[in-house]
Structures are given as C-alpha cells and as structure tokens.
C-alpha cells in the first residue's frame, strides 16, 4: 500500500523508546493510530484531524502522538513494556463520512 | 461490553460455494456499518459497507444482508475463490460521521479448492 507508508515495518526492542512514522498521500484531513494484538480487531489508541488532537483513547501515557502536518504521523514510544507487542496500524480518512485507508503497519516485538 | 459480535470465529468452504459470515450488535444508534477484509501480513481494507436505512447491498461476488430489527447483519460471498481466504472484520458506527469505529473481532475464512 503506498498510499500510507508506515516505517519501520518491522521493530524489535527491548526497554527502549523509539517512534513509529506515518506518511500519507491521499490528501486526508484525519489520521488515526490502530494497536491491533495478535488475533485481536484493531483498537484506536489516537486520532488527530486537521492536524488537532480529536480523541486520545485510554493508552498508557508512554504512547505519546505527533502529527507535524497534515500528511503526517508520529507514533513516540518510551520504555516499550512486553504487552505493547502488536502492530500498529495508520489510517487515515479524508472526512468523517469517507473510509478508512489503512497502512501496512508497523510489527513491533518487545523481549 | 462486546457491541459488535461477529460468528462463527472461523469458518472454512470449498471453492464455488457461499461463504456466510455473521454480525450482530448492541447499539441501536449504530447507522453505519463496513465490512474489512485483511490478509495477512497487510492492513484491514474496506471490502462493502451498507447505511442502516438499507436492507441489502451487493457489489459483485460480496453482499450484506442487513436486518434493523434484529440488529443483525450478514455477509455472504458468493462463488468462494481462494483468494479470498483473509479475516474478515465487521465494523459499526454511530451518526454516520462520527469519528469513531468499532470492530468486531473478526471472522478468518479459508476457502478450500
């Protein structure tokens, strides 16, 4: 999916902070960061539209958002705990009654 | 609270046949709902969706069969390839536009040749 391009694909860390990064190409207002466990849906941690803060989900406050532009997103982790294990998706939707296009997420293990 | 509920959790059809998988929800406020298909390796993509003033929505092989009354929905593929072998995430929300979606949590077909 190049239309949201999401990096690193794929992460590996112990007690560490590192940050996720979200570009996307479609010209979209609203932006969202999913957390999607193995064998779970995805849940929405963050969303931001037209670059503001809409609506921080209950996350642990080592989640921290950045949405610099429009185009994109941050996702900054600190001391990354064993159940943060998961992958985390962007989306992005151009208005509240438009569908999401999703990312190909990020894979993050922590040992 | 699990409002949208999704069965059976997973379900396994021979090419050619009718794949029918199951949604159903809480909330009567609910008005919008999408369905998601994910493949491995990849992030969830709308596949269908239908508004709750409609009972049926069909686009190509896919269709929902959607009953307000019952507050359940259902969507059947029909002539099961292969490559539709993927999760499939039923999804609601409330005031079509209003920000936030809920999933259900998901149904994995595998479609056998």
């Known amino acids: 999916n190049t239309k949201i391009t999401q990096s690193p694909r794929y992460l590996i860390l112990g007690r560490a902070n590192k940050s996720l990064e979200c570009e996307q190409h479609?010209?979209?207002?609203?932006m969202y960061w999913y957390k999607q466990s193995a064998e779970k849906p995805p849940e929405l941690m963050f969303l931001?539209?037209?670059?503001?803060?809409?609506r921080n989900e209950t996350v642990p406050s080592r989640f921290i958002p950045e949405c610099p532009d429009s185009s994109k997103l941050l996702l900054h982790i600190s001391a990354v705990d064993p159940e943060d294990s998961a992958v985390y998706f962007c989306?992005?939707?151009?208005?509240?009654?438009?569908?999401?296009?999703f990312g190909s997420g990020t894979r993050l293990l922590v040992i | 609270q699990q409002q949208v509920r999704q069965s059976p959790q997973s379900l396994t059809v021979w090419e050619g046949e009718t794949a029918i998988l199951n949604c159903s929800y809480e909330?009567?406020?609910?008005?919008?709902f999408p369905w998601y298909q994910q493949f491995p390796g990849e992030g969830p993509a709308l596949l269908i969706s239908?508004?709750?003033?409609?009972d049926k929505k069909e686009d190509g092989r896919f269709t929902i069969f959607f009953n307000k009354r019952e507050k359940k929905l259902s969507l059947h593929i029909a002539d099961s390839q292969p490559g539709d072998s993927a999760t499939y995430f039923c999804?609601?929300?409330?005031?079509?536009?209003?920000?936030?979606?809920?999933f259900g949590a998901g149904t994995k077909l595998t479609i056998k040749p």
């Open positions: 989306a992005s939707r151009r208005d509240s009654y438009s569908d999401y296009t």
């Open positions: 479609l010209g979209h207002n609203a």
């Open positions: 931001y539209n037209l670059k503001q803060l809409i």
């Open positions: 909330n009567s406020a609910f008005d919008y």
């Open positions: 239908i508004l709750s003033v409609s």
């Open positions: 999804a609601a929300s409330s005031n079509y536009g209003n920000e936030k979606i809920t």
